[in-house]
């Protein structure tokens, strides 16, 4: 954004138009003004003719508000090409399209009238799919973009520029936003800028391999359950059952990993167990409770899932009666943030970060570690990923039974595909000696079925602490993804517990992205990101708690989520704005 208003300033600046021809401009400029004064009388008188009160005359006003702001800029001084495919008429529909609910001096409405689009995620959907109509047609010749441009958008362009480098910028994204310069029939040559990256990384860029892609499993806990949501909604339409067995039969992921295919229903069968422990089926398979809290969240897995833990324990409940019990509003909303802050949006501490405590403690406002869950809190998340590791582990032991493996190929070494183990030509040649130490290590022999016979050299079998564990130590021909398995990991790689960065409540505090930039070490992009991705949660918790069956304890539940999703809406409302603006949001905490 700040991009953009910088290249307004600099078409509309009045010193940058005059020195061009004062007498000139200055002649346009009075005709401009009273042509727009005309059209603001006449929107007007047509305005009061049609309706005369209610929340329509309001629209007609932002509409004639917007359409005036909306008029043609100086043309030496504007990005706006020769419209093709599509009449004034259209085009002035999807301008207001895009542009409605936007106030007439927004950047974004500025710098449409100058024919210049943004395209970023967090922009509105009906803009974003606006700008790239509008570009197409060549009323826009110029688009400000993020990545949200580069995968599956059809907008050919002539120059490509990448302002600036950053972390993300790798060969693959490189080759899909470079793929847009160059249009078909238009250009025999297109044209790619690189402004502010080294010459390093740009011979980097050029020469580097695209990485490659791979398939994604598709089976997932979340998507099993919205499958049946699905069928149960639809119980007669058989193209519902018809799609639904094409999916989890005969997957895309199936075509480049046939093995798959035998392996889908007995995971399937676990997950629906899972489901029906977490009690979100009833025994018909039907969804029931909280199961629609977890399909509303499904992009969030496994974190709904153990909102869903949380939830049947009645720990929001016990925070959330606090507010009817005369608790302050400011205590409640900061438990509510720590527990949903350890559930969603996780993001853990770097330990150089832990390294500096003066710097967290003096030259920040931000706290930046947050606080740990509390003794009831944790023993509900270490139930919940034990139940999962024990219904997982027993997949594994049932697929193992079922299916016949070749132990000669479990027993080869994976890179030079020599076996490993006593050979039976060897038992025979051996001697006393050596015959003894086997029998040795027969007596002390560890069974195990369900890790691989090189992860059983540890000697610990089939006991696994972690969902961790018992993914590194499944044979390879074992179908199971630690992604699969729905826990929420409570130690890192080094077997010490996590320490996560509290940017979800420090900005609900001080409401300042420098110091979440400075102190948490987020950067703007992404802490606006992550904040805005933790207000569409909060605002979906309360919409989807509100459709629950009418329970005494959901009443502050819901009283509780609405508020706290309201206001934290409403800071990040403000988190690219003035400073004025930002101390205002802050007199509510």
């Known amino acids: ?51 005369k009160k209610g929340k329509q005359a309001d629209d007609d006003q932002e509409d004639s508000a917007v359409a005036a702001e909306l008029q043609d800029p100086v043309p030496k001084f504007s990005f706006r090409g020769r419209v093709q495919y599509y009449d004034q008429q259209q085009i002035e529909e999807l301008v207001w399209q895009a542009c409605r609910g936007m106030d007439a001096h ?59 480098d950053h972390f993300w910028l790798n060969p693959l994204q490189y080759r899909q936003m470079t793929g847009r310069a160059g249009r078909r029939g238009f250009d025999t ?95 018909q398979g039907r969804p029931l409770g909280l199961a629609g809290i977890v399909e509303h969240l499904f992009w969030t897995e496994p974190s709904n899932l153990l909102m869903a833990s949380f939830l049947q324990a009645g720990t929001f409940f016990d925070i959330c009666s606090g507010d009817d019990r005369g608790v302050a509003w400011t205590v409640t909303s900061e438990k509510l943030l720590i527990l949903l802050s350890h559930i969603f949006q996780r993001v853990q501490l770097h330990d150089s970060i832990l390294r500096q405590p003066d710097h967290i403690k003096y030259n920040t406002t931000s706290k930046v570690i947050l606080e740990p869950l509390t003794d009831e809190q944790a023993a509900v998340l270490e139930q919940h990923n ?60 560890v069974d195990f079925e369900v890790c691989s016979p090189f992860a059983a050299l540890s000697g610990i079998g089939d006991k696994f602490d972690t969902v961790a564990d018992l993914v590194l130590s499944v044979p390879p021909d074992v179908l199971l993804d630690k992604g699969m398995v729905p826990a929420m990991g409570m130690v890192n790689r080094k077997g010490r517990p996590f320490v996560l960065n509290r940017y979800i409540l420090d900005y609900w505090k001080h409401g300042s992205k420098h110091a979440l930039e400075k102190g948490n070490r987020i950067p703007q992009g992404s802490a606006w990101e992550a904040c805005t991705t933790f207000t569409k949660i909060l605002q ?27 206001e934290y809406w409403e800071k990040m409302q403000v988190f690219n704005g003035p400073r004025k603006l930002l101390h205002n949001a802050k007199g509510g905490v």
């Open 189 to 283: 040559l297109g044209h790619v800028v690189l402004f502010g990256v080294s010459k390093h990384k740009a011979a980097s860029l050029m020469v580097s391999p695209v990485p490659r892609l791979f398939g994604h499993f598709p089976l997932s806990i979340s998507l099993l359950l919205r499958a049946l949501q699905l069928q149960a909604c639809n119980p007669e339409d058989s193209r519902v059952r018809d799609t639904l067995l094409c999916l989890f039969q005969r997957p895309f992921y199936t075509m480049s990993h046939p093995e798959a295919a035998q392996k889908m229903p007995h995971l399937c069968r676990f997950a629906l167990e899972y489901l029906m422990r977490m009690r979100l089926l009833d025994d």
């Open 1 to 51: 954004m700040q991009l953009v208003e910088e290249v307004l300033t600099e078409l509309s600046a009045p010193g940058t138009h005059a020195t061009s021809n004062p007498v000139q401009f200055q002649q346009v400029l009075v005709a401009r003004q009273q042509a727009e004064e005309q059209r603001r009388k006449e929107a007007k008188a047509a305005r009061d003719k049609k309706v």
């Open 106 to 164: 927004h950047p974004l409405v500025r710098a449409m009238r100058r024919g210049i689009g943004v395209h970023h995620g967090g922009l509105p959907t009906r803009y974003r799919q606006n700008v790239e109509i509008l570009f197409r047609c060549r009323y826009l010749q110029c688009i400000i973009a993020t990545g949200t441009l580069a995968y599956g958008i059809n907008a050919p362009c002539r120059t490509v520029v990448f302002a600036g």
């Open 540 to 566: 979906a918790l309360a919409t989807s708690y509100e459709h629950l069956p009418p329970e005494p304890d959901n009443d502050c539940v819901v009283r509780c989520f609405r508020r706290l999703a309201q």
């Open 386 to 445: 034990a139940t999962a590791l024990h219904i997982f582990t027993q997949y594994v032991h049932c697929y193992v039974r079922s299916t016949v493996r070749s132990l000669e190929h479990a027993c080869c070494l994976p890179m030079s595909g020599l076996k490993a183990g006593r050979q039976a030509s060897d038992s025979n040649s051996a001697d006393g000696g050596e015959s003894s130490f086997m029998e040795l290590l027969e007596a002390n022999r």
